[in-house]
């Protein structure tokens, strides 16, 4: 059965290897219920915003947002 896609933003940074873990975690789980993660430094968010707008459009394109 056809579901709509579920979008999900989260901001997280990591201090220790412990909370780097859990987010891969979380990752894998967001990917098993048919979500499409896509990672950003804060560099690239703040440094290179066109780049960032760049592989999210490529994304929406691709339809990725619709899995």
């Known amino acids: 059965m056809w579901r709509p ?3 999900a933003v989260a ?3 990591h ?3 412990a909370q780097r873990g859990a987010d891969i975690a979380h990752d894998a ?3 098993l219920r048919g979500y ?3 990672r950003f430094s804060y560099h690239q968010v ?3 915003r066109p780049g960032v707008e ?3 459009r490529r994304a929406v ?3 990725l947002h619709l899995a």
Request: net charge positive; no cysteine.
């Open 54 to 56: 760049r592989v999210i």
């Open 36 to 38: 499409t993660v896509l």
């Open 46 to 48: 703040v440094r290179d």
């Open 61 to 63: 394109a691709a339809g």
């Open 5 to 7: 896609p579920k979008p």
């Open 15 to 17: 201090s220790s290897s």
């Open 11 to 13: 901001y997280e940074f």
């Open 29 to 31: 789980e967001l990917r």
